[in-house]
């Protein structure tokens, strides 16, 4: 928290965010401090700390933390494991509201990973996020040396190939903004995404590959981030003005939702955060001599290629890359090999751009503010409400609901507008929502910071664990996850939990059995086209479940019910196993089976917050 706050919240103890360092007035102190427990969290490896730790990194009270913890726990935002506090696949829906609310992972996802798989490398799509970029698409490619990169990374935009097309846009005050981090940051700690910085680099060689961009129209990064890595990136323009700030786009502004930076004077919000004060001169002043001639040599390059006049090519929505390794790719091979194939998929791109249909809206979240307060009614003091409610404020957004007003956004929420525009007022000094001159509000790319790079590469089983453990402990016996081979012929065990017996089915996690002889296996088998052709999975498609009664092993009895993805489609299945003497099959179903069809629809549901916009393997 910094030294010079001396406002309501900062006498409370909040920890401040990444943001303008005066905080708010009518900000919500226990927001803030939950949203810095939240990206706490998300720097940490593997997404969890100890509550000790979380203490500690945070600088709260542990009171405070173990209050904060209980509220995210109950809206299964993180699970206490323990003494540790994990994030949950949960999370993942404040960023899938940014994610909706943008449509380009929707729109052009489908042309990244076809374009991945003709060149057979990854390719990424990036927004610009103030002076950094972020990811908002990832393609990776399957291979021992594969890029570690995830949805919702942060990178510093003097490091990679997206940031000088990004900085080809920037204002003087973009231009300060970009040299007071690099001066406050020399090694990049605070992007955690990346190795620290090893030797330092110019600031004008920056100013000149931006000034670089503006005419060539692409960038290089030449082993910028780390030695052996390579990519080559070219901008996504928005179609002039039909692509409406509503649906993720703001041509008659120049404010891109998605790009996040100051892309005209249209952004009153970034040119008042910039000044620090409201005062938008003010801003540009202190840029000093040396920021304004960057950005002087970056403005006369766009005039020189012809660029000056944006408004037939549109302003830059998202940056495409094609990212590679020194041993397939000289940085001058990608120029000379991929960047034609990379400029055809970017006109692709472009296209469906123009031709996309407006977005429509979906269902506004509902009952949300009842919920908390029933929440706040049943744990009481432990359960903190503001913090419940202010986080169910990004939640309004989404497909078709781009831009909201302030009426709007309590509307769908059922907050009364007071509670509302405090949520607002601390989440854009968090760097989470900005407004616009037409009073309406929308997401930044800041929200994915909010756990979503870690959870982007959840796996199925990593969703099922927590659950299946909790399966086991309520009926006692022995839960388990598996998958259909490639083949068809068997299923593989790729989660597991104990049941605490004596006697007991003890199948490790890899094991394969006959899909056949199993009732995990009869599940995933009766999804298949063929599987009217047998009785038994025609019986066991009908009921929905599968009982296998000593079939596979004397005494072995198992039922299992089928694990569906957003699609519909059988990805797995769950089962419980246990002695044949420990009840008829009668009492298995009546005691055993709605547990099991309550832990399927958890991991489910979990699965279609996870799946929406990245990829879940499924082992």
């Known amino acids: 928290m910094p030294a010079n706050t001396t406002n309501a919240a900062a006498r409370d103890g909040a920890a401040v965010p990444d943001g303008p360092a005066v905080v708010p007035d009518e900000a919500v102190a226990p927001l803030l401090r939950g949203i810095t427990v939240l990206r706490r969290l998300t720097e940490a490896d593997g997404g969890a700390l100890s509550l000790s730790a979380l203490e500690r990194a945070t600088g ?145 060689e920056f100013e000149r590959r931006a000034a670089r961009a503006a005419v060539d129209g692409w960038a290089l990064d030449d082993q910028l981030i780390e030695p052996g890595l390579v990519a080559i990136s070219v901008p996504v323009r928005a179609p002039g003005t039909g692509w409406a700030r509503g649906t993720g786009w703001a041509a008659d502004t120049g404010w891109a939702v998605g790009a996040g930076e100051v892309a005209g004077a249209g952004d009153v919000a970034g040119a008042r955060d910039m000044a620090g004060a409201g005062d938008v001169e003010g801003a540009a002043d202190v840029a000093g001599a040396r920021e304004m001639a960057g950005a002087g040599d970056v403005a006369r390059a766009r005039e020189a290629a012809g660029a000056g006049d944006m408004a037939g090519a549109g302003e830059v929505v998202c940056v495409a890359s094609v990212v590679s390794h020194t041993s397939r790719h000289t940085a001058p091979d990608l120029r000379s090999a991929l960047l034609p194939r990379l400029r055809a998929a970017v006109a692709a ?56 007003t302030l009426t709007e956004i309590a509307r769908a929420t059922g907050l009364t507008r007071a509670s509302a525009r405090r949520a607002l007022i601390t989440h854009e000094h968090a760097g989470l929502v900005a407004p616009a001159p037409d009073r309406t509000y929308a997401l930044t790319p800041r929200v994915l910071s909010l756990g979503f790079p870690p959870l982007s590469r959840t796996s199925l089983p990593e969703i099922a664990q927590p659950h299946l453990t909790a399966l086991a402990g309520r009926v006692h016996e022995s839960a388990a996850l598996a998958v259909l081979s490639d083949t068809g012929d068997e299923i593989q065990y790729t989660a597991r939990a104990a049941g605490g017996r004596v006697l007991s089915a003890r199948v490790t996690v890899g094991t394969r059995l006959p899909a056949h002889a199993t009732a995990l296996g009869r599940v995933l088998l009766a999804d298949r086209p063929d599987a009217t052709a047998s009785p038994v999975l025609r019986r066991v498609r009908e009921e929905g479940h599968a009982l296998v009664d000593e079939e596979l092993e004397a005494g072995l009895r198992a039922v299992a019910v089928p694990v569906r993805d957003r699609a519909g489609r059988v990805v797995a299945a769950v089962n419980v196993a246990m002695h044949a003497a420990r009840g008829t099959t009668e009492e298995c179903l009546t005691r055993v089976l709605p547990e099991l069809r309550h832990t399927a629809d958890l991991v489910e549901a979990e699965l279609r917050v996870a799946g929406r916009f990245c990829r879940v393997a499924v082992v």
């Open 349 to 404: 791109m472009e296209d469906d751009l123009r031709t996309a249909p407006p977005a429509q809206p979906g269902p506004p979240p509902a009952g949300l503010a009842v919920w908390t307060g029933a929440s706040k009614q049943e744990l009481g003091r432990e359960f903190v409400e503001s913090l419940a409610r202010g986080l169910t404020v990004l939640t309004a957004f989404g497909e078709g609901r781009a831009a909201l």
């Open 60 to 204: 709260l009270a542990r009171s405070t933390v173990d209050r904060l913890v209980a509220t995210l726990a109950r809206m299964d935002y993180v699970r206490l494991d323990g003494r540790d506090v994990h994030l949950a696949p949960r999370l993942m829906e404040l960023g899938n509201a940014y994610l909706a609310a943008l449509r380009l992972p929707a729109l052009l996802a489908g042309r990244a990973d076809a374009l991945a798989d003709e060149l057979d490398e990854s390719v990424s799509l990036a927004v610009g996020d103030r002076d950094g970029i972020r990811f908002i698409h990832q393609a990776t490619r399957r291979r021992a040396m594969s890029l570690s990169f995830r949805i919702g990374d942060l990178l510093p935009a003097e490091r990679t190939a997206p940031g000088p097309l990004f900085a080809a846009g920037w204002t003087p005050a973009d231009w300060h903004r970009w040299h007071e981090r690099r001066t406050a940051d020399p090694r990049d700690d605070r992007f955690p995404a990346l190795p620290p910085r090893e030797h330092a680099s110019a600031d004008a």
